[in-house]
């Protein structure tokens, strides 16, 4: 009776590392089926405000950086110019913010390195 009781022990732990390896697989193999669906690498984070509409031209980074805090997102400000539409093009670390003063949109597009999946 001992060995039986031994042998259905290893039966059900032998199931339960079956069934985990069945589950990493899975888990894996639609990572793998649907990479062009996503950029394993990187996420991107957008984010939308709409501001009170303004005929200003010229910006300071002080200006930009409290427009910058309003974002969930914390974004750190790199640098700032002015296109020919009078839109405000923001460099963040990571990406970038357009702001368009005259209809008051901003548009927050960022890159995240994503840590799930490993490059090669």
Do not use: C
């Not at 199931?15 to 690498?41: C, K, M, Q």
């Not at 969930?72 to 002015?82: L, Q």
Request: aromatic share 12%.
């Amino acid at each position: 009776m001992n060995i039986r009781k031994s042998l259905r022990a290893l039966h059900r732990d032998f199931g339960y590392f079956v069934v985990g390896i069945t589950f990493v697989y899975t888990v894996s193999g639609i990572a793998l089926n649907h990479r062009t669906d996503w950029n394993p690498h990187y996420t991107m984070v957008s984010e939308d405000l709409t501001l009170p509409s303004t005929s200003q031209t010229e910006y300071t980074k002080d200006e930009i950086n409290t427009l910058l805090k309003k974002f969930n997102y914390e974004a750190a400000y790199r640098k700032h110019f002015i296109t020919r539409n009078n839109e405000v093009k923001i460099f963040v670390e990571g990406g970038t913010v357009m702001y368009n003063p005259e209809q008051g949109k901003v548009e927050l597009e960022v890159l995240k390195k994503t840590t799930i999946f490993l490059s090669d």
